[in-house]
């Protein structure tokens, strides 16, 4: 397996950009598209060796991940793109190199993530259901449900993978301390979030700025976005409700 970054650097996705994962061998296989960038595609396209690039595996649907597709095409027209081309589901083993990947379902960042496990190596691909060096956002807005990514975070720590391969950043080699990190974070922000309706914030902008301390302006959407998905899962709890423009809390947690 070898990574190649996608070039596409920025404060969101690093500073060499998204990972994809070329794999060799039998089946040539890359996870996640990149954005089209030249340099990345020459990348691949030199990896290979001559080799036809067989299948792309998508983690998600987020435009970093998808957007190089069509160029990727047009170099490999044959390419078995999964799952737009094809159908992709939980539990499906999927040929790459000279070995194979199972398909893991993990919605919660999007509806449609997933991550691939190498049951080998106990090495997982993860895309964005984490990283080293910051949280994962979820955006409420166009799908995030973050009842789902905490189900999803659990799922994959209970397999107790070695090492996780992210879209964005290095290799995480302590995945269970990683995974149990952003749990806890999701706690003390659901926390947050509490006190701050409990003091009379109602309003995402008004709540993120109470539970946001010093957020830079930069951030402050994506917190908008982390902070509907926490509102929406209290509501589903039972525990928040949305009134007019705002939400409010209905009942204390009973944890």
């Excluded at 990348?43 to 001559?50: F, I, M, S, Y």
């Excluded at 078995?80 to 379902?105: C, F, K, T, Y």
């Amino acid at each position: 397996m070898i990574v190649i970054p996608a070039g596409n650097p920025s404060t969101w996705t690093g500073p060499t950009g998204n990972n994809t994962y070329l794999f060799g061998g039998r089946t040539p296989a890359l996870i996640d598209a990149g954005v089209g960038n030249p340099a990345h595609l020459q990348a691949v396209e030199r990896a290979l060796q001559g080799r036809a690039l067989e299948t792309i595996l998508l983690t998600h649907s987020h435009s970093d991940h998808v957007s190089g597709v069509p160029a990727l095409l047009e170099r490999w027209p044959r390419v078995l793109v999964r799952p737009s081309s094809e159908p992709l589901a939980d539990g499906d083993v999927v040929p790459v190199g000279d070995g194979s990947l199972i398909a893991l379902h993990t919605p919660g960042h999007a509806p449609d993530h997933f991550c691939f496990l190498d049951e080998t190596k106990q090495e997982i691909f993860c895309g964005d259901l984490a990283r080293h060096g910051g949280t994962i956002v979820i955006p409420a807005s166009r799908g995030g449900d973050l009842r789902a990514y905490l189900a999803s975070l659990q799922r994959i720590r209970d397999l107790r993978p070695r090492r996780l391969w992210p879209a964005h950043g290095p290799a995480v080699d302590d995945p269970a301390r990683l995974i149990n990190e952003y749990i806890e974070h999701r706690r003390v922000r659901e926390d947050q979030i509490l006190e701050a309706l409990r003091r009379g914030a109602s309003t995402q902008a008004e709540i993120v700025a109470a539970a946001y301390a010093g957020l830079p302006a930069m951030l402050v959407a994506a917190a908008k976005e982390n902070v509907l998905a926490h509102l929406r899962k209290l509501e589903a709890e039972g525990v928040a409700e949305a009134r007019g423009e705002g939400w409010i809390l209905v009942r204390l947690p009973s944890n």
